[in-house]
């Protein structure tokens, strides 16, 4: 049964549509094209499973793929795509259409902010992760070498279609990483969600898992669309996570990062005694329930530290964490003691 949320966004509402089989839907007017030129953007390895489907739904759109990888979520990619919609004489009435994870739609989002000065966009995310949470809200945009997402734009869709059953050829360890995601917004708003998150990967379990992890970030957004408080709440992890990302060399995946991110993120809850120490353990199980990781290895403490002072998170040059009051009560602090946070990572080391 086809589920349709709505998300209010500060120039208007956007629907969600969440249905095994909703992937049709991408030429309905009210989701997609309805018969206005397009542009699908997706990646290598995506169109060579789904470019036949995609041609016959959308036959006359533009197919572009790019190179796969967060290697690649850059500037230059962006360029590439500007060569290519005007290649594709796509005007002012075009819809761009990201069909990925979170890097094909963060790329893509940001090409349809700035073609033309803003061109409507549509999310059909493939990945668990990108379903439950970098697909809505519009936040879009690219890395730079000092960073992630240094560079960025709030695009809000024109729709989101999410296809559970795009899922059955998403490898285990993209699915991994979804589970990360949706363990923080169980952490930060649902408990309950935490329940789910060993239920079989069935379609319709899907469905129910991804609707009720989307639902946490529609009513976050809908409170918060342009990051002025409260979502920065969904940063849970985050701070953490893309510092042991840029130091891994992306060794780790993004959702592996925000995964140790997590329990960092519950051992400074508990060390700067806002939280009980008993929530560093029920974090690290629900982590280690998915089959994520717990430690970042033999990552460098004060080498991932010192990648934190990029953080485009940082407020009046101070780092700014999220923590844990309690399962569903995070706040965000900020001064935080160097000699503090790098014990924390050396805690999560080894």
Same mark, same amino acid.
């Given at each position: 049964? =086809?589920?349709?949320? !709505? %998300?209010? =966004? ?16 991408? +030429?309905?007017?009210? /989701?997609?094209?309805? +018969? ?13 499973? /789904? ?14 793929? #790019?190179?796969? *990888? ?11 795509? /500007? ?14 259409? =990201?069909?990925? +994870? ?24 493939? !990945? ?18 000092? *960073?992630?997402?240094?560079? +960025? ?31 923080? &917004? ?10 789910? #998150? ?27 669309? /342009?990051?002025? *408080?409260?979502?920065? &709440? ?9 510092? #042991? ?13 925000? =995964? ?17 120490? !008993? ?12 089959? $994520?990781? %717990? ?32 399962? *569903? ?15 924390? $990572? ?5």
């Amino acid at each position: 049964m =086809a589920e349709r949320l !709505s %998300v209010s =966004a500060p120039d208007g509402a956007y629907p969600i549509m969440i249905a095994p089989g909703a992937l049709a839907a991408i +030429g309905a007017p009210d /989701y997609a094209v309805g +018969g206005a030129p397009a542009a699908i953007i997706t990646n290598d390895s995506i169109a060579a499973l /789904y470019a036949d489907r995609l041609r016959s739904l959308l036959p006359d759109a533009t197919l572009i793929a #790019i190179p796969d *990888g967060e290697a690649y979520k850059t500037l230059a990619t962006v360029a590439l795509l /500007y060569d290519r919609l005007i290649a594709a004489k796509l005007d002012r009435a075009a819809t761009v259409i =990201a069909f990925g +994870g979170g890097v094909v739609g963060d790329i893509a989002g940001f090409a349809a902010a700035t073609y033309l000065r803003g061109v409507r966009f549509v999310q059909v995310p493939t !990945s668990l992760l990108a379903m439950v949470d970098s697909s809505v809200g519009g936040k879009v945009g690219v890395d730079l070498p000092q *960073g992630k997402n240094l560079v +960025g734009a709030f695009k809000q869709p024109a729709a989101v279609i999410i296809d559970p059953d795009l899922l059955a050829t998403l490898p285990d360890r993209e699915r991994r990483c979804g589970m990360a995601e949706i363990i923080k &917004h169980g952490l930060i708003g649902d408990p309950g969600l935490l329940d789910w #998150i060993g239920r079989a990967p069935t379609p319709e379990n899907d469905a129910a898992l991804v609707r009720r992890a989307v639902q946490v970030k529609i009513e976050v957004v809908q409170r918060d669309p /342009y990051e002025q *408080g409260e979502r920065a &709440h969904l940063n849970l992890g985050h701070t953490f996570g893309h510092a #042991i990302e840029i130091i891994s060399g992306f060794a780790f995946a993004h959702g592996e990062a925000v =995964a140790i991110g997590l329990v960092a993120a519950a051992q400074l809850s508990t060390a700067i005694g806002v939280a009980d120490a !008993s929530l560093v353990d029920r974090v690290k199980a629900w982590v280690e329930s998915v089959g $994520l990781p %717990v430690s970042m290895g033999a990552l460098d403490a004060d080498a991932v530290y010192a990648a934190m002072g990029t953080d485009k998170k940082k407020s009046a040059g101070r780092l700014r964490f999220v923590v844990l009051r309690d399962l *569903g009560r995070p706040e965000v602090v900020e001064g935080v003691d160097a000699a503090l946070v790098i014990d924390v $990572l050396k805690g999560i080391s080894g």
